[in-house]
């Protein structure tokens, strides 16, 4: 079987841990990764991962001329960088080159140019792209129509070092129409790597939908997740939550 | 606005509880309430549940002949008795009132009974009534779908003094395929009224779906739910579960 | 075996339960219950709670004069009354009968009261009598000093309406040394009883202390048990927390 | 200030973590690792774990011969390969020094030894060596003692691929007396660390004492723990749970 070849961008915390999920995955070839310095350049981030053979040249974003996604072609862009990672690739956008863009929080400027790209190509723009925080945000959409009077509250629970409010927890927040100020409770101690909860109380009956992280490897499966989605769609703009909801919908049980 | 007449079978804690709850809401009236003993014989259930005010006159079954539902006519039918309570409105059922029948094991016979009943009216038998209950059982089946190869294990909490697994925490593995010697925990200690959780774990995430009961009146408010929704439906076997399965579909988000 | 003999002040939600608690435990005899209106003056509490027996003769406020604790004696006396209770009972403490004062907050004149009393007497004030929160608060002050390094945080649950901070909790975020504004989150949905947790957060592990309330009945076995403490004791000023202080250093473990 | 020296036995996975910690507390000095295999042999496992300078040359098992405790002195010990590594260091053992040995079993004849060296040294032997696990178990022996009638379960929860019970939760459940088939729940999914929960029943209210694992640098923290306490401790078998026990005693809350 022809496997995926897959350029990454970004190859900071997350991305590095990204780049070591698509490595284990057979079904996938590691063609190139992109990163803002010059650091490790034109090393492999397999190597540098701990593997033993050669993948995922280490290129700067100096290198990215108009033929960079000619000369190294690839089936799937996956993007870990930052809000100006962007504009590098519209030239592969244009080509019909498939985007995960995982990034945290675009300006406005930055979604009118993916929205511009999904012309041309299928772009996924999630800010969290692990499939359980998903599932929790479209499953709340649902049950706080099914039980419209119960009270909702979120709390996140992060590292100690983590300074400002979880975005996941904030936009949980927003499509539930829950002002932040009152109904967001952040926890900020020790080590826990993420964890959301979201409350739906009642009367005579509480229900919890609870998400816990164990390891950045989920951003990695996520990424793994929304390729194997958007190879064979057409040109649009999708989110994580749309094909959630999706398969909400495709696989709700018939009796 | 015209008020909904029940009548209940049943009056033990949680029958009494049920009772309470409609006495409660002023869409209803609670016309009568029948019990196995002679108990309280044409007392009235509003006084002894401490209402002011005459509602819910007390009969024991052996009041119960032919003529019984056309002299004291409802618009439905609630049975919290027991699995043999349903031999006892069959007049009622081929007049064409709506039924809801919370009991928590049927034999065969009775399954058959109830059956023959749906050809007349909408009748809904559901183990477990609770809006949360059935929410959480139709979000894991979709979640296993979406999720094959997460590990699924369920862990349902009660007071010392329950002798036997949780119907619904067996159901739940049943409707899920999961062996139930295999993957449900059940802990017995001191008072806890009921607390159902279903784990997903995944490599590097884990997904949480719990609910806990805080008093037997959400029987009451899932009876109600279960009489509103019935009333208006054409005759035909219903459960919560298709019910809340339903309105999944009805509520998925759009984007 | 003689009975003790108890006088409760206070007739609310949990006055009642109280009252209830005491009467179903045959070491008690629930002798009298104050009240702050007429309502129900001279009807027996064990009736109004669904005992077939006589017991508790409830009083109004008014009837209390000098000679009321000389001609219906008691062996303890139990406060669920409110902060200006304190000052019906004066005689009472003078004489030396144990009191259980079970008071959320009183002022600095209560407060002084209550340090009279105690020399005449074994007196017990705690804003919350239940044993789960008082371990707890034991356990989370030994737990910080054993693991100085970790967050602490706190979160309190409790039903919609419940509109002021859980007092226990800041009573927790006191003894800890933690800003109230920063440190507790209060989570306000449904019917929930109350649920107090408190998170030790460190780099590479966490722990959760966490109470679950199920019903206020667990005050009135708190205070079964601190009338049962007291009695025996010389005259002093008492607390919950310090008893269960004082079990926790009898009780650790020898190797 | 001088550093301490460090030898440390096992370099497996939790070996490797732990040395991880050792290298980077300033407090301490690496001396060396002994592994089993002749892997890596004489290379720095500070290398080996990312670091830019050279500490804990790496031994086999093969190179150690009377002399090696002489040669390569330390302040301590540290064990965590397996039960026979024991067999290794009798001779500095003899030689004073302190000993933490962080092994899951040991039979009888290993038992035996460990009580031999605590002739000559401070020896500590834990099979689980973090701290809030022995919070966990000290605590949990008081509430019981407090609660003498509380109901108690053990919920423990670790990754799919751990075949066998948590030693740990069964260790809690012989400290309290509870059947080990009967009282102990495993959940095993995904990729769970480890979680650790002991529930605590009563009529009216449920104490829950919970341990989770974020990762397996909590075993290093103990083990630095650990030295730390023994240097200066007279020769004697120490365990973690009799020093946390012990800061428990020292620190009770004084009112």
Same mark, same amino acid.
């Given at each position: 079987?022809?496997?995926?070849?897959?350029?990454?961008?970004?190859?900071?915390?997350?991305?590095?841990?990204?780049?070591?999920?698509?490595?284990?995955?057979?079904?996938?070839?590691?063609?190139?990764?992109?990163?803002?310095?010059?650091?490790?350049?034109?090393?492999?981030?397999?190597?540098?991962?701990?593997?033993?053979?050669?993948?995922?040249?280490?290129?700067?974003?100096?290198?990215?001329?108009?033929?960079?996604?000619?000369?190294?072609?690839?089936?799937?862009?996956?993007?870990? /960088?930052?809000?100006?990672?962007?504009?590098?690739?519209?030239?592969?956008?244009?080509?019909?080159?498939?985007?995960?863009?995982?990034?945290?929080?675009?300006?406005?400027?930055?979604?009118?140019?993916?929205?511009?790209?999904?012309?041309?190509?299928?772009?996924?723009?999630?800010?969290?792209?692990?499939?359980?925080?998903?599932?929790?945000?479209?499953?709340?959409?649902?049950?706080?129509?099914?039980?419209?009077?119960?009270?909702?509250?979120?709390?996140?629970?992060?590292?100690?070092?983590?300074?400002?409010?979880?975005?996941?927890?904030?936009?949980?927040?927003?499509?539930?129409?829950?002002?932040?100020?009152?109904?967001?409770? /952040?926890?900020?101690?020790?080590?826990?790597?993420?964890?959301?909860?979201?409350?739906?109380?009642?009367?005579?009956?509480?229900?919890?939908?609870?998400?816990? /992280?164990?390891?950045?490897?989920?951003?990695?499966?996520?990424a793994i997740f929304a390729v194997k989605y958007l190879l064979g769609q057409p040109p649009g703009l999708y989110t994580m939550e749309t094909i959630i909801a999706e398969m909400f919908r495709?696989?709700?049980?018939?009796?």
């Amino acid at each position: 079987m022809k496997q995926i070849r897959i350029g990454i961008f970004g190859f900071g915390k997350t991305g590095k841990v990204v780049a070591h999920e698509f490595l284990n995955e057979s079904l996938f070839t590691l063609a190139w990764v992109v990163r803002k310095s010059n650091q490790d350049h034109h090393k492999y981030a397999s190597r540098l991962l701990g593997h033993e053979f050669d993948a995922g040249e280490i290129f700067s974003i100096e290198d990215i001329h108009n033929g960079f996604f000619l000369e190294r072609p690839v089936d799937a862009l996956v993007d870990f /960088s930052g809000s100006t990672g962007i504009y590098l690739y519209k030239k592969a956008a244009e080509a019909g080159i498939p985007i995960v863009a995982a990034i945290s929080k675009y300006e406005q400027e930055e979604i009118n140019l993916i929205k511009t790209f999904s012309k041309y190509t299928a772009v996924l723009h999630s800010p969290n792209i692990t499939l359980g925080i998903n599932v929790l945000m479209v499953a709340a959409q649902i049950l706080q129509k099914i039980a419209p009077h119960a009270d909702i509250e979120i709390v996140e629970e992060h590292f100690k070092g983590k300074k400002e409010t979880s975005g996941t927890a904030v936009r949980i927040a927003n499509v539930l129409g829950l002002n932040v100020e009152q109904h967001l409770n /952040s926890i900020r101690v020790g080590g826990i790597v993420g964890r959301h909860e979201i409350i739906f109380g009642m009367p005579n009956q509480t229900i919890r939908l609870l998400h816990e /992280s164990i390891s950045r490897a989920a951003f990695g499966q996520g990424a793994i997740f929304a390729v194997k989605y958007l190879l064979g769609q057409p040109p649009g703009l999708y989110t994580m939550e749309t094909i959630i909801a999706e398969m909400f919908r495709e696989n709700i049980p018939v009796y």
